[in-house]
Every structure is written in structure tokens, then in C-alpha cells.
């Protein structure tokens, strides 16, 4: 069962923090070292000096990046800059933004403690494989603070919607904390300590599958964590407030939910290996090129998004750029039958997968790269963005450019429900949350 329950919350003190736009962040993992520095630079207190604190050329094992948060966090805490909830509560958190192809949307869930379980022996279910040094990164950062100072993004199928009903209902005459983040998109928090309300949304849970969709190395760590403090305390500690993880619960089976593509971009493949490449994707797929050598890239290069946005659910097609080329050429697979002389050891739902067509007939077939290679990111760099993946991939760093439709939900659920895991980077969950709202001290 996925086992969840309130909490005091730590949030900033309003009555000190007039403006948490100041101090709020994106989340660690996508921000960079320019935003890094904006972000220090923006206040004193910003959540960056917690959750993404420098590293400096002399830090050594008492004093690095870790020990600074936790000496932040402490102060904090004892000056009131951060204060605990009253009471403990679930909080309510709606994300109102807007989208390129269907205008503004907003997203609903709820923040909660879950309890955790071994990937495996739960209903608390990955979908994508990890990296052993993100998950260092965030295990120090636990050992440091003792502390979630973000939450993981999970979903659940729930077609009657009706958790978030009874929130917006509890919810209708509150006001929240609403705070509008660097985009302009509009981040929503209640607090909500209603016992009826807290038992319904228990017993909607209590037989549902949990999908991680975003914070694999976060639950990881905690997971780690939480076995380190188990073999501290000892057999007859019972339990324990690090059994449990903040996790935040979207309802998969409405329409808030955007998932948008990761681009490929690759780079040191043999020469020889590149100059084949075409070549060699004819065995597989039919290929068709919107060609710019008189002139009108862009032209080409909308033509080439649209038509990947008109294939149908067999229809697995890629786009493709190869450095200094004058055309972008469209992939679709030739037949799904292809897929059954590959990766046998797979169900069938991983492997017409996009991500898995691509990684398998692609970019093991035909450019050499391995699974384990390509788990550790060797000669493969990733992009969010359809144009930025083109424009890097011409600008002379990069050898070529694949470019994917998103992963659709359906996917995820049929893939995982198999037990396996997707490919790395096979889904780019849309928006973000910011970091800073809530936090759970153990």
C-alpha cells in the first residue's frame, strides 16, 4: 500500500520574508551555474545556499558544500527565518502555466510524507533508470541537513478525480500562499489539516501504485538514508521520522500533466561510423528529408516538427539532424515486427518505447554505443528544447542531433507495470516545482 501521512512543514517566515520570490529556486538538477550565481546574488536567504551550495576550491571533509547547508538550515531555523507549520497537515499545491500547444494549464496534487519502500517489494514504482553521483550528491546532502528540503514528483491513476475534489473543496474560501516564479506561471499552496479530508485521501491511496515521475536520485538517497539510520539506531528503534520521504501526488488521469521530449545529441563517434549513418537507417526506417540547401532552414526545420507531431500510435518517428548537413530528414519505422528481434529480455511495451527504438536499432546497432555506455552518458548529451538540440548539434560541438516525440502516460504505465524500467532521460516532466515552499525536518 502506499503508506502516507501529514506533517509540521517547514516553511519561510512571512512575517520575515516578505517576498519569497526572492528566495525560492527551481529545482536543483536543472539549474545551472550562471543561475547558480543569480541565485546567491538574489538574496541571502535563497534556498540555493540549502539545497545547491557552492563548492569552493579549498573545501575539505568538515567544511564543503554540505556542512554550509546544514549550517544555514540550523541558523535559520533558530533565527526564524524558517518556522514549522502548527499543525501537521497535507498542503495542497497547484501550478497554474502555460504551454506552447494548449495554452495555460494547471496542475494539482498534494505534498505528504509516504513511506518508504525497496523498489520492488511496494507499490512505490520507478520508471527510469539513475546515476550513482546524483545520488551521492543528495545522500551527503541528507547526512548534512537531516532534512527533505524537496519533494519527489509522484503520480497515481485516480479517474474520479476524487482526492482533489475533497481538496478543492476543503480549500474554496482560503486563500493561498501563492508565489509566481521567474516564468510568470502562478505556484498555489493551502495548508490543509481537516482529519476527514486526510482519512479519505489515506484510503484512496492505500491499494495504489505510486509512479515516481520525477526525483529517482532523491528517493534513492533517501532510501539509503534511511538504512543508514535504521543500523545506527539499532533493531528496537521502531519507527523511525527517516522512514519516510516528502513526496508530492499528481493524479496522472488528469489533464494537467505535460511530458515533454529529451533530444539526443551525440558526439566522438568514428567518423567512418557517422558518414554511414544514413546509409544504414534505411534498414529500419523510411526516410524523408526536408532539404534547405537552397535556402529556408526554418521552413525546413517546421516542417520536419510538424510532421513528427502527426504520427499515430505506431507510428515511431525521430527527426534528424547531422552536423553541417542541408536537411533534416524525418525516421518512421518501418513495421513494429522489427522490434521483436530486439532485446528479447524486454517486454514489448519497453521496446517500442521510442527512446528504446532509438537507443537499440540506433544508437547500439548501427553507432556501436553500449547500454552501460550510455547509462554513464558516454558520447551522448541531452536537450529539453527541439531548436536548441539543432542549434548545438550546427554549431560544431556536437556531430548530430536526434529529436523524439514525448513519451506518452500510458507508456509509462504499461512499461512499469512489467516491473522493468524506461531508458535514461526518457521523459521530461513539465513544470517544475520550486523548491523552498515546504520542507520536512526528521
Known amino acids: 500500500m502506499a503508506d502516507i501521512l501529514p506533517f509540521k512543514g517547514i516553511l519561510y517566515n512571512h512575517d520575515k520574508i516578505k517576498d519569497l520570490r526572492r528566495v525560492v529556486t ?4 536543472i539549474i545551472t551555474p550562471e543561475q547558480q550565481e543569480m541565485y546567491y546574488k538574489r538574496d541571502e536567504y535563497s534556498m540555493i545556499r540549502l539545497d545547491l551550495n557552492k563548492e569552493l576550491p579549498d573545501d ?12 544555514y538550515f540550523s541558523k535559520w531555523l533558530s533565527d526564524q527565518i524558517l518556522i514549522h507549520d502548527d499543525r501537521p497537515s497535507l498542503y495542497f499545491y497547484e501550478l497554474i ?15 505528504a510524507l509516504c513511506r518508504l519502500e525497496e523498489f520492488g517489494k511496494g507499490k512505490v514504482v520507478p520508471h527510469e533508470y539513475t546515476l550513482s553521483k546524483p545520488k551521492s550528491d543528495r545522500l551527503n546532502l541528507l547526512r548534512s541537513c537531516q532534512a527533505n528540503l524537496s519533494f519527489i514528483f509522484s503520480l497515481y491513476s485516480s479517474p474520479a478525480g476524487r482526492i482533489n475534489k475533497a481538496f478543492e473543496g476543503s480549500i474554496a474560501n482560503t486563500p493561498p500562499l501563492e508565489v509566481p516564479d521567474d516564468n510568470g506561471y502562478r505556484h498555489r499552496l493551502w495548508s490543509v489539516n481537516d482529519p476527514a479530508l486526510i482519512d479519505l485521501v489515506k484510503r484512496e491511496l492505500k491499494d495504489q501504485t505510486v509512479y515516481i515521475a520525477d526525483g529517482h536520485h532523491r528517493y534513492e538517497a533517501s532510501l ?3 538504512n543508514e539510520a535504521r543500523e545506527k539506531a539499532g533493531a528496537s528503534a521502531g519507527e523511525m521520522p527517516s522512514d519516510y520521504v516528502m513526496m508530492y ?11 515533454l521530449p529529451t533530444h539526443r545529441l551525440i558526439y566522438d563517434v568514428p567518423e567512418p561510423k557517422l558518414k554511414g549513418l544514413y546509409a544504414s537507417l534505411k534498414k529500419n526506417f523510411m526516410l524523408k528529408d526536408f532539404d534547405f540547401s537552397s535556402g529556408k532552414e526554418k521552413e525546413a526545420r517546421q516542417k520536419l516538427l510538424e510532421a513528427m507531431k502527426k504520427g499515430g500510435p505506431k507510428d515511431h518517428l525521430f527527426g534528424l539532424y547531422i552536423k553541417n548537413g542541408n536537411r533534416y530528414t524525418l525516421l518512421s519505422l518501418k513495421d513494429e515486427a522489427i522490434l521483436s528481434n530486439i532485446t528479447p529480455d524486454k517486454p514489448f511495451s519497453w521496446r517500442r518505447l521510442d527512446v528504446s527504438i532509438l537507443q537499440t536499432l540506433i544508437l547500439e546497432n548501427i553507432l556501436g554505443f553500449s547500454e552501460e555506455s550510455i547509462r554513464r552518458q558516454e ?3 541531452y536537450v529539453k528544447d527541439f531548436h536548441d538540440a539543432i542549434e548545438k548539434a550546427g554549431s560544431g560541438a556536437y556531430q548530430a542531433a536526434f529529436l523524439l516525440n514525448p513519451t506518452k502516460i500510458e ?12 531508458p535514461q532521460k526518457s521523459t521530461y516532466f513539465y513544470p517544475k516545482f520550486l523548491t523552498g515552499l515546504v520542507m520536512y525536518k526528521f
Open 26 to 29: 527551481p529545482p536543483y538538477d
Open 249 to 259: 501526488f499528481a493524479n496522472m488521469d488528469e489533464p494537467g500533466l505535460t511530458i
Open 97 to 111: 502555466y502555460q504551454t506552447p500547444d494548449d495554452g495555460q494549464k494547471v496542475m494539482k496534487g498534494f505534498i
Open 379 to 381: 558520447n551522448l548529451y
Open 411 to 422: 507508456e509509462i504505465k504499461e512499461v512499469t507495470s512489467t516491473g522493468e524500467r524506461m
Open 60 to 71: 575539505t571533509e568538515n567544511n564543503n558544500r554540505y556542512t554550509r547547508s546544514a549550517g
Open 224 to 226: 539509503n538514508y534511511r
